[in-house]
T-cell receptor, first 111, second 111 residues
Framework: GNSVTQMEGPVTLSEEAFLTINCTYTATGYPSLFWYVQYPGEGLQLLLKATKADDKGSNKGFEATYRKETTSFHLEKGSVQVSDSAVYFCALFTGGFKTIFGAGTRLFVKA | ETGVTQTPRHLVMGMTNKKSLKCEQHLGHNAMYWYKQSAKKPLELMFVYNFKEQTENNSVPSRFSPECPNSSHLFLHLHTLQPEDSALYLC??????????FGPGTRLTVL
């Protein structure tokens, strides 16, 4: 069946450090891939997405590239800020009305 | 109002109470969802409604009863809950199941 695996947290970084959060997936067909972010006290919101192989999604300095050969969609940011502290969810959608979410990775950024 | 709204934002109830959570989406989407988010557990999909018809019910206990009177409104009726049902309940909507838009959630505490 379809599944998403992302690195366990928490991840703790200093401000301006480089961020990578790993995400790999298993899916039949050709899924769309997403990263959602949840800030404290809020619901999830879409951060970026990619709908086909080799697409790069980007937003707010975050990037992720859809790698079909490695079934991965790793999230990266070159220089994190304290305001990036949140929980990040990798997700996939293959059609129908159901999105598969990863377990979430909590990021703490220290000033 | 824009996006997805949820009321109340916080709810404390006893195990013998009956209460309802409300969700409204102002995006013209055709699908709505209830998720349960507990500490240290993955996001759990509870119910999916597509064009007001329930298309998913992930073995949720009968003490949770969803209602979708139209494509913009979704309710979750609660009765005789247990302390382990304490969690953040998130509502979401989407168009054709793709990118999901989440509300801020209702923080439920069962005493």
């Amino acid at each position: 069946g379809n599944s998403v695996t992302q690195m366990e947290g928490p991840v703790t970084l200093s401000e301006e450090a480089f961020l990578t959060i790993n995400c790999t997936y298993t899916a039949t067909g050709y899924p769309s891939l997403f990263w959602y972010v949840q800030y404290p006290g809020e619901g999830l919101q879409l951060l970026l997405k990619a709908t086909k192989a080799d697409d790069k999604g980007s937003n707010k300095g975050f990037e992720a590239t859809y790698r079909k050969e490695t079934t991965s969609f790793h999230l990266e940011k070159g220089s994190v800020q304290v305001s990036d502290s949140a929980v990040y969810f990798c997700a996939l959608f293959t059609g129908g009305f159901k999105t598969i979410f990863g377990a979430g990775t909590r990021l703490f950024v220290k000033a | 109002e824009t996006g997805v709204t949820q009321t109340p934002r916080h709810l404390v109830m006893g195990m013998t109470n009956k209460k309802s959570l409300k969700c409204e989406q102002h995006l013209g989407h055709n699908a709505m969802y209830w998720y349960k988010q507990s500490a240290k557990k993955p996001l759990e999909l509870m119910f999916v409604y597509n064009f007001k018809e329930q298309t998913e019910n992930n073995s949720v206990p009968s003490r949770f009863s969803p209602e979708c009177p139209n494509s913009s409104h979704l309710f979750l009726h609660l009765h005789t809950l247990q302390p382990e049902d304490s969690a953040l309940y998130l509502c979401a909507s989407s168009q054709d199941g793709n990118e999901q838009f989440f509300g801020p959630g209702t923080r439920l505490t069962v005493l």
